[in-house]
Nanobody
Framework: VQLQASGGGLVQAGGSLTLSCVVS????????AGWFRQAQGQEREFVAA????????YYGDSVKGRFTVSRDSAKKTVYLQMNNLKPEDTAVYYC?????????????????WGQGTQVTVSS
């Protein structure tokens, strides 16, 4: 299983970025997917997740109303659209996938991870 995240970069506060995560080596539609982030010196934080069949979406409190998670089965890709970015959103963002995480917001329940992509928001 391989997850390849991309789309990070430097953006000013109030700007937008879209992260992508291509999932290969598995039946994409069988996997739940999530996004997590880790700022320097801080613990990993749940950002968003999308379930495999129903497509239900879940968000961390700090990003609700600003970020949107989605998935495209044809492209085997999970997206994270980030709007109205704030300096506190600065972190390395990771995508993750798992067949059956008990808790979609718990990173320890995911078996597969991408390499991370840096997002930096300047004030």
């Amino acid at each position: 299983v391989q997850l390849q995240a991309s789309g990070g970069g430097l953006v000013q506060a109030g700007g937008s970025l879209t992260l992508s995560c291509v999932v290969s080596g598995v039946t994409f539609t069988s996997y739940h997917a999530g996004w997590f982030r880790q700022a320097q010196g801080q613990e990993r934080e749940f950002v968003a997740a999308v379930s495999r069949i129903s497509g239900n979406k879940y968000y961390g409190d700090s990003v609700k109303g600003r970020f949107t998670v989605s998935r495209d089965s044809a492209k085997k890709t999970v997206y994270l659209q980030m709007n109205n970015l704030k300096p506190e959103d600065t972190a390395v963002y990771y995508c993750a996938a798992d067949l059956a995480p008990r808790d979609l917001s718990d990173g320890s329940d995911y078996d597969y991870w991408g390499q991370g992509t840096q997002v930096t928001v300047s004030s």
